[in-house]
């Protein structure tokens, strides 16, 4: 069943050249991207810096007011004043919990304050509820007492964890949750998110630059840049056989812990991300790809093939073979 | 002889919270041309390890208590303030940060010729000019005019080590230099650290707690944790044949390409030590899955095993070696 359903998504920033008077440029951090995401599984958004995939997450939780586009959950479309009310039903868990969680406030009242704010239950209803939250993110009750400067960075996304799961949303949406943390912590940290989802059956929306991460738990794979799509499709088939040329090199450039595998002459990708405000016409992939020919100048166009979905002019024709 | 040799280093921050040893007693050695990488959490004292070399300690707090370096056989610290900038150099994880904002590219790396080499002004310029080429930054002449903010992320840092490698150092020491940047940029970057490799005899020390990275980069790898080295070993065998506890679960908890997708990770249990208060005995053993009672009473010497050398009880029985 389709839980989330993103049609032509458009986020637009004005950039102002004067003090006062009309933008004179926008920036298109997300430009026509639609998808949708199943009730139940992980869905991930992948993009290096300036893909446009935290503002997708932002435009989803209505905190970016969008330029175009719509966004249908459970069914219903969903306007901007919707929001206020369908943020118990959508709950972000932000990359660093240093600056998500307010320093002044025990960890009780943070975790509790969706609740309050939502006028959820009486006192002892919404204490009785932090109580069995905070333990089933693995903390222990004497937590609740703590500000958030004695606790350890995996400790305090947990208890971002804790505050987006105690409204029992249905979507959750993960932006970065591991970058932040050291290496040992993210895998204690990622194996709770999937704990928490097959025991309460959620839905997450998984933004993040790692692709290991993404490859280890997501079902289904956005690819972003530039604030377009470029390839959409089962995780597992993406990796595997990258059709987009940015998806294959993206893949490319992740080091292989192996190092019987260092390729000293492998093809990498060359340049870097133009400047979202002056994006190049059509294809914006077209600036570092190997493959470009005069048609990328055109606006590629949504092809399925084998199960998926890429903007390429590449497979217009599918008469080459990447 | 190493070119680098560090003996019994111990580094304590006197903090108002109370005295905390961000290393505790490391030795280790670096051979000419070699790569080392050092892996570590926050907190392990992988940077602490790069700027007592450097001299760059955090005055006042902070201050080398015991132990020795010795670069090319000699005490290093006594010349750090020659050396600095021309025989070792250093690349930091922030470009931005480490880059004076207010001169032009040009002018930053100009000045580190004219200062250490007495280069004139003019072989200065094509000198600097030579370099950004051949850390692939396109049009040199035009960029050596432009301003750090004017730069992005991955040209920054190319810049940054160009600077670096400018006087042709012995020692290079870059700590997390990729881990600020793009995936795709990162290996760019990687790219040009295969490169100086090949193309020099420079010696780096490179930081990360990234071990995809290293094993992409080094020749011999320090794990370390808590202010301690658990395991020194040749890139080949950590990867192969993890001796540390520790170093096993780094590896096991990666979530690798190759596996297939079951979605739980292996994970470490715990949390990282309070340096205030760190464990007694091994650092380790609050954590460890194979933790017996002698590992909470006493420190485990450095044990050989193979070629490599490991600090923990489950190799006692070993040769203990006194420097690695």
Known sequence: ?322 | MPLLEVKNLTVEFHIPEGVLKALDGISFMLNEGEVLGIVGESGSGKSTTALSIMNLLPAPSGRIKEGEIFFKGEPLLEKIDELRGKDISMVFQNPLNSLNPSLKIGQQLMEVLQEHMDMSEEKAWNESIEALRMMGIPDPETMMNRYPFEFSGGMRQRAMIAMAMLCRPKLLIADEPTTALDVTIQAQILRIFKRLKKATQTSIIFISHDLSVIAQIADRVLIMYAGKILEISSVRDLFKRPLHPYTQGLLKSIPSFSKEKGKKLYSIPGNVPNLLNPPSGCVFHPRCPYTKEICNLETPPNFKVGNSTVSCWLFKGADVVETT
């Open chain 1, 1 to 322: 069943m389709k839980l989330l359903e993103v049609k032509n998504l458009k986020v637009f920033f004005p950039i102002k050249d004067k003090l006062f008077g009309k933008p004179t440029k926008f920036v298109k951090a997300v430009n026509n991207v639609s998808f949708e995401v199943e009730k139940g599984e992980i869905f991930s958004i992948v993009g290096e810096s300036g893909s446009g995939k935290s503002t997708i997450a932002l435009a989803l939780m209505g905190i970016h007011e969008r330029n175009g586009g719509s966004i249908i959950f459970n069914g219903a479309e969903v306007n901007q004043e919707d929001f206020k009310t369908l943020r118990r039903k959508i709950q972000i868990v932000f990359q660093d919990p240093d600056s998500s969680l307010d320093p002044r406030k025990r960890i009780k009242e943070i975790i509790a304050e969706g609740l309050r704010v939502h006028r959820v239950g009486d006192k002892a209803f919404i204490d009785e509820k932090v109580r069995d939250i905070v333990e089933k993110v693995g903390l222990t009750v004497d937590t609740l007492r703590k500000y958030p400067h004695e606790l350890s960075g995996g400790q305090k996304q947990r208890v971002g964890i804790a505050r987006a799961l105690v409204l029992e949303p249905e979507l959750i949406i993960l932006d970065e949750p591991t970058a932040s943390l050291d290496v040992s912590i993210q895998a204690q940290i990622l194996n709770l998110l999937v704990d928490l989802q097959e025991a309460l059956g959620l839905t997450y929306i998984l933004i993040t630059h790692d692709l290991k991460l993404v490859e280890h738990i997501s079902d289904r794979t956005l690819v972003m840049y530039l604030g377009k799509v470029m390839e959409m499709g089962e995780t597992k088939q993406i990796m595997n056989k990258p059709l987009h040329p940015y998806t294959k090199a993206l893949i490319d450039s992740v080091p292989v812990p192996n190092p019987e595998k260092r390729n000293e002459n492998e093809e990498i990708l060359t340049g870097e991300i133009p400047s979202p405000l002056n994006p190049p016409e059509g294809c914006p992939f077209k600036t570092r790809c190997k493959y470009r020919m005069e048609l990328c100048s055109k606006e590629p166009k949504s092809i399925k093939l084998e199960n998926r979905v890429v903007f390429c002019h590449l497979y217009e024709s599918k008469n080459l073979e990447v």
